[in-house]
């Protein structure tokens, strides 16, 4: 038996691959409009347009974001062996974006009185990661 078997008989942690170039293009200060349009495939990017977007009062927009990135993520999931369900730790630092866009997405369907939406993103963060529902949460 190997020290990194899951013992418990679930799904192995689904790490993405890293994209460093979005994650330090933002960081450099690089508008996030910028940074989704050059890379659209990046759930961090739509995340942060998500976030900037309900910080400014602009809820639809970012639901329409947040469920971009939401999107976006699922497919990087899928294309790196994610199976529907099982862990996408916060503690990878390329997972973060994914995670990101799905509390987005769980905040803004609240806003608009999307309970059921609501309910299942959140319930989809805790049990993607639940130390990214702690910190985002």
Known sequence: MSIHENLLGGPAPTHLPDDPEPRELLAGGTAPADVAA??????????QLADEAFEGGRVV????YARTGYHRGLDALRRAGWKGHGPVPFEHEPNRGFLR??????????????????????AFLRDSSQTAADILG
Do not use: D
């Open 101 to 122: 866009a799905l509390h987005a997405l769980a905040r803004a369907a609240q806003a608009i009185g999307e309970q059921e939406e609501y309910e299942r993103c959140s």
């Open 38 to 47: 050059k890379y659209p495939t990046s759930s961090l990017a739509w995340a």
């Open 61 to 64: 927009e970012s639901y329409a």
